[in-house]
């Protein structure tokens, strides 16, 4: 009797998972961005071959020998946005280092394996038949590691090339090298092919994260009891758990600057589906390394204190651990689902249940998940008690100006 009701608890679960899939599917959020209106791929045989050859180039590049001086060397990173503001930061790099670079002919389809040489904050090209560049963006990035948006021009031969993909060897902290191959950004690459292919990747990540996180729980029902999920964002919940988390990971990886200049039109480029299109050519790659500033990786970007946070809170979920689990995006897409259940627990408790009914209920999330749920309260409590508006409030609060551009990117998206 015991064995057939363990077998029951653990694979009565999976016997959903296809209607389930289906409907998480067709779950739509909010009126999102028309992806459609972009122009389809201009170059057929480049359209036709695209991902095909980013595949076979992770095998050429991995092959293909870079050198590089070891010694260290420090450098002023300078970022020069288009309404005139510098940035400085100050880069520790190898003292000169060969890049590999995969281009894609966009009239032919054909391809060629180059280098380049990285010297600081210099470019220096080595190929005679090429001259590779930086494209202009309003954050003024020039070099960004491995995801870099390059530009080719002076083609001996002509025709219309692109950087597919790069092989990027980057300086650990440790002074060790750590080859990076990834499918860099670049605007000749936005295409509508690409954006959707990247929303339906997201999409297909996110549902299946959720799926797995409602196995997991029915499989360990006596851990959850401890731990529950709160039953709004619960699969069925009157909350739009899905939409939730697919808003948050274009959120947190579009730049606000360049989001800025965008929505007053002075960039043609959706800096949403910039996100989209990263994903498309990279898939589980992804920002799979990327750390901001603040320590935060991965896709969702998570720092190590809200991971463990996680771990700690809902040790049933089977999160691994930091590294591991922000450079996979299901794990990271799990976490993100818990961290907006546990900041729902926290306004519930101090703001009572009713609030799950606020019209706002996603932007406080939102607002929690980027700076923590604590000054969302502080700011919604005063809010009522100057009737006054809870965003004019967290304004007032120290360090929650990335949390206004947060709220101002979700007001886009919904």
């Given amino acids: 009797m015991l064995s057939c009701v363990l077998l029951r608890n653990l694979f009565l679960p999976y016997l959903l998972w296809a209607t389930l899939s289906a409907a998480l599917a067709g779950t739509a959020y909010g009126q999102e961005p028309d992806y459609s209106k972009k122009e389809t791929c201009q170059y057929e045989p480049a359209c036709n071959s695209l991902l ?16 590089h001086q070891p010694k260290a060397l ?3 990173n300078v970022i020069k946005r ?3 503001i510098e940035i400085r930061r100050t880069i520790t790099d190898f003292s000169w280092k060969e890049v590999g670079l995969k281009l894609l002919n966009l009239d032919t389809g054909s391809t060629r394996i180059v280098k380049i040489l990285k010297q600081g904050a210099r470019l220096i090209n080595t190929d005679p038949d090429f001259t590779i560049g930086f494209e202009n963006r309003p954050a003024g990035l020039m070099w960004n590691d491995w995801n870099t948006a390059f530009t080719v021009k002076d083609v001996k031969d002509g025709g219309k090339w692109v950087v597919i993909l790069n092989k990027f060897p980057r300086r650990l902290k440790s002074g060790k090298r750590e ?26 990540k996110t549902s299946d994260s959720i799926i797995e996180l409602w196995l997991t729980k029915k499989i360990w029902p006596d851990s959850v009891a401890m731990n529950p999920l709160e039953s709004e964002l619960d699969l069925g919940g009157n909350l739009d758990l899905k939409g939730f988390i697919e808003r948050l990971a274009l959120i947190e990886q579009v730049d606000p600057f360049e989001f800025y200049e965008f929505r007053r039109g002075a960039w043609p480029y959706n800096p949403n589906e910039r996100m989209l299109v990263i994903l498309a050519i990279n898939k589980e790659s992804a ?3 990327t750390s901001s500033p603040a320590s935060a990786s991965g896709i969702m970007q998570f720092t190590l204190g809200t991971w463990n946070l996680m771990r700690q809170a809902y040790p049933w979920a089977r999160l691994p651990a930091f590294e591991a689990g922000t450079r996979n995006h299901e794990e990271s897409i799990k976490a993100a689902a818990l961290l907006q259940n546990y900041n729902l627990k926290m306004l519930k408790s101090a703001l009572g249940p009713e609030v799950v009914k606020d019209p706002d ?11 923590g749920i604590t000054p969302v309260i502080k700011a919604i409590k005063q809010a009522k008690k100057e009737k006054t508006g809870w965003r004019q409030e967290l304004r007032k609060l120290k360090k929650t100006s990335e949390s206004i551009d947060y709220l101002d990117k979700l007001d886009y998206l919904l």
Avoid: C, M, Q, W
């Avoid at 180039?57 to 050198?67: D, F, I, N, Q, R």
């Avoid at 080859?179 to 297909?204: C, F, K, M, Q």
């Avoid at 209920?361 to 700076?371: P, V």
């Fill in 179 to 204: 080859d990076v191959i990834y499918s860099p950004y670049s605007t000749d690459l936005h295409t509508s092919e690409l954006v959707n292919s990247g929303l339906a990747y997201l999409r297909s």
């Fill in 82 to 84: 288009s309404d005139g």
């Fill in 52 to 67: 095909v050859e980013i595949e076979n180039g992770k095998k050429e590049l991995g092959s293909l020998t870079l050198a």
């Fill in 74 to 76: 420090k450098y002023a």
């Fill in 287 to 289: 920002y799979s390394i």
């Fill in 361 to 371: 209920i996603e932007h406080f999330l939102a607002a929690g998940y980027n700076g």
